[in-house]
């Protein structure tokens, strides 16, 4: 029994190898890495073109204002004792805007009646007295002399009676003015005084819109005051309809610049039955934008445009393999969705729109539009941002 466990030994320690060889297979097989033959489809990539800035134009922000806005003050000076509108209410020709104390007035009105009565009495008593005397000098009872100072007494009673109507009216007309009227119907654009102020003549008290005529206001930069005239046409759009423009034309152009800001303020008037604009309103007005003399500028979103320390750069695709190449740009103005460039770019270049900080030079992408439409299939449909 004794001469078969050598045996046994032996088969024992030939399977412990061939157990712990398999083992170290198995684990190598684990560990290696998964099969990378087939390639990753490229990733797509929103791509527009740039636009010339010498086919946009340019916008100016302005509001829409009534072609006339009269200042309306008191005629005389008082205290103000009642104001009855505020800034942004409607009025009709004639209403009663404010009111001043007028009691020293109807006192000088008072007077002023009190004077004409009494140039009234000695016109009648000398106009009696003359009628007097004419039959006496006709029956040659008195001279010549008697009747010429009659006479003349009477002429001077006729001079101080105009005289005192007329002090009369004055009064009476300075007793009205203690009360501002509306001279036609408009909208209150700005309010200027309050009740217990005291005011003098011709002190701006309110400012009217009034009805009629409407036009808009815009402030030209000192640059591009030389590009408009007085009649040249420009399109305007209203905020509140935004994507309706109309058509206006430049009515006035400031000939001095406003201090501090350095602007040339300009009014564009246009048809008001088209736009039914109020004053207040914001608008905006477009007008051809002036070309270069020098290079081509370019007009690209902002998306578009990264930076590699203080260079700005955009990627620009390869139409033919569909590559991605970086192109460096020197970005000369800034707006609120798109920068002007100047580089080597043309309108006929496709440019990285989004996501620019996820690719790399010779990337290769699929150029598609932001409604993920392919660029190879309708080349035209990324031409705007």
Avoid at 242 to 255: A, D, N
Avoid at 278 to 297: E, I, L, T, W
Avoid at 330 to 358: C, H, K, M, N, Y
């Amino acid at each position: 029994m004794y001469r078969f466990r050598p045996l046994r030994f032996a088969t024992t320690k030939r399977a412990l190898q061939l157990t712990t060889g398999l083992i170290a297979t198995l684990a190598l097989s684990a560990c290696s890495p998964p099969d990378t033959s087939e390639a990753k489809p490229p990733r797509p990539a929103i791509v527009v073109h740039p636009v010339a800035t010498g086919a946009q134009l340019a916008v100016y922000p302005g509001e829409v204002r009534a072609r006339h806005e009269p200042t309306l003050a008191f005629r005389v000076g008082g205290a103000v004792t009642r104001r009855l509108v505020e800034a942004g209410d409607r009025v009709k020709q004639g209403q009663p805007l404010a009111e001043l104390d007028a009691e020293d007035l109807l006192l000088q009105r008072d007077a002023a009646r009190a004077q004409l009565e009494a140039a009234e009495t000695e016109n009648r008593n000398a106009g009696n007295e003359l009628t007097r005397y004419r039959e006496l000098l006709a029956r040659k009872l008195i001279g010549e002399s008697q009747f010429d100072a009659v006479k003349t007494r009477h002429d001077s009673s006729i001079a101080q009676l105009e005289r005192a109507r007329a002090q009369w009216k004055v009064a009476s007309n300075q007793a009205e003015y203690a009360v501002l009227k509306a001279p036609r119907d408009g909208v209150i654009a700005r309010r200027m005084i309050d009740a217990g102020q005291v005011v003098s003549a011709g002190q701006t008290a309110f400012v009217l819109a009034a009805d009629g005529e409407r036009e808009v206001r815009i402030d030209l930069p000192e640059q591009e005051v030389g590009r408009f005239a007085v009649g040249q046409p420009v399109s305007i759009e209203l905020w509140s309809k935004s994507g309706e423009p109309f058509s206006g034309q430049v009515r006035e152009i400031s000939p001095a610049a406003e201090a501090g800001l350095r602007t040339f303020e300009a009014r564009v008037a246009f048809d008001n039955a088209e736009a039914n604009a109020q004053p207040g309103q914001s608008a905006r007005v477009f007008a051809p934008s002036k070309a270069s003399d020098g290079p081509q500028s370019l007009q690209l979103p902002m998306a578009a445009i990264t930076a590699d320390g203080d260079r700005a750069h955009v990627w620009k695709l390869d139409p033919e393999h569909f590559t991605l190449h970086k192109t460096n740009v020197r970005v000369i103005r800034f707006g609120e969705e798109t920068a002007e460039v100047i580089s080597d770019l043309t309108p006929r270049d496709w440019i990285v729109a989004a996501g620019t900080q996820l690719v790399t030079e010779g990337q290769r992408v699929r150029p598609v539009d932001r409604h993920n439409r392919a660029i190879e299939q309708d080349t035209s449909v990324a031409r705007g941002f």
